[in-house]
């Protein structure tokens, strides 16, 4: 889905926002949505507007929206966004530097925006299979969240492919679901905590397929089966299944983030503290791109939009102290 955008225009040398948001997915737009309701002047700019939305299928777990499909929810917080008037660009920021309080944010089209904070909600990105016929059914039995989709394969047969927790976990919750789980994994060990190993070993509606991996996924108008190689003996088979879990990692932009600055977690994230702080002073992140030892890590709509809207506040109190600093008057 594509949405009618403005194109950006090199700002003028005097214009100053209040509130650069990186990032037009959930947590982007609703930091953009408060921020401006908040009375800051704001806007908004991402690679791809709606994020990760853009390849769900349907969303049932948005309190108050039911049955939607990914990209008409993000349709509907794109003309939230636009109702208060905060223009939307499509654009990547590649670069952001901090000079005398106020930050330079460069985009790959060589515009440059200057604001007195940024609020980061570029997300991270799933990790592929890059086999023929995951893209083809991407939002049609193909999924890369289990806590979204697990609920539409109710009394069907499903395969998760991976082999960390993440993976383990998600074909335990999808045995409340479906009849019955295949979990594949490239290796004869899992990479996960001993009690998911031991759950998903004895559970009686998960059968493992070891030192094996997916090579296409097929169907009609949906999925309808996978075609599996085992590594050892290289023999392939096609399994029956109604769906795909594909559950192998997302990461994060680390080297963007490196780049500006950003103290990072293990995996790449950036470290946020309580009100989405970084280490940098009047820059904030939200979203799936944040982790650190203050987050609890839980990828959802809801959560990205909360922390967006917490990122807002947080902007809006430090760009009320600066103001009262200089004998302002503040917001």
Excluded at 79 to 102: A, G, S
Excluded at 169 to 197: C, G, N, P, W
Excluded at 204 to 231: A, C, F, Q, T
Aim: aromatic share 8%; glycine share 10%.
């Amino acid at each position: 889905m594509s949405f009618r955008l403005g194109i950006p225009k090199k700002p003028k040398e005097t214009e100053i926002l209040d509130v650069l948001v990186v990032g037009a997915g959930p947590a982007g737009l609703s930091a953009a949505l408060y921020s401006k309701r908040l009375g800051l002047k704001t806007a908004c700019i991402g690679e791809d507007v709606g994020g990760t939305l853009n390849e769900a299928g349907i969303v049932d777990d948005y309190i108050g929206i039911q049955d939607i499909l990914g990209p008409e929810l993000a349709k509907k917080f794109v003309e939230h966004v636009r109702k208060y008037e905060v223009p939307i660009y499509r654009d990547l920021v590649i670069d952001i530097m901090k000079e005398n309080n106020k930050f330079k944010a460069t985009t790959k089209s060589g515009v440059v925006f200057t604001a007195r904070a940024v609020i980061l909600a570029v997300g991270s990105k799933r990790r592929k299979l890059g086999v023929p016929g995951e893209a083809e059914f991407a939002g049609k039995g193909v999924t890369y969240c289990a806590a979204c989709d697990a609920p539409l394969f109710k009394e069907k047969v499903v395969a998760v492919v991976g082999g960390g927790n993440s993976a383990l976990q998600s074909a335990l919750l999808m045995t409340s679901y479906a009849t019955k789980t295949y979990l594949i994994h490239r290796r004869d060990s899992f990479r996960a905590y001993e009690v998911y190993v031991k759950s998903v070993t004895n559970h009686p509606k998960i059968e493992l397929v070891l030192n094996s991996v997916v090579r296409s996924i097929g169907g009609s108008k949906s999925v309808e089966w996978i075609e599996v190689e085992n590594l050892v003996t290289h023999e392939t088979r096609k399994i029956s299944v109604d769906g795909v879990l594909i559950e192998i990692g997302s990461e994060p932009p680390k080297e963007f983030f490196t780049r500006i600055g950003l103290k990072l977690d293990e995996y790449g994230y950036v470290i946020v503290e309580p009100g989405q702080k970084t280490n940098i002073e009047g820059m904030f992140a939200a979203g799936d791109c944040t982790g650190g030892p203050y987050k609890k890590k839980f990828d959802q709509i809801v959560t990205a939009a909360a922390e967006g809207a917490l990122a807002a506040l947080s902007a809006y109190e430090y760009l009320t102290k600066i103001g009262l600093e200089k004998g302002e008057r503040g917001y």
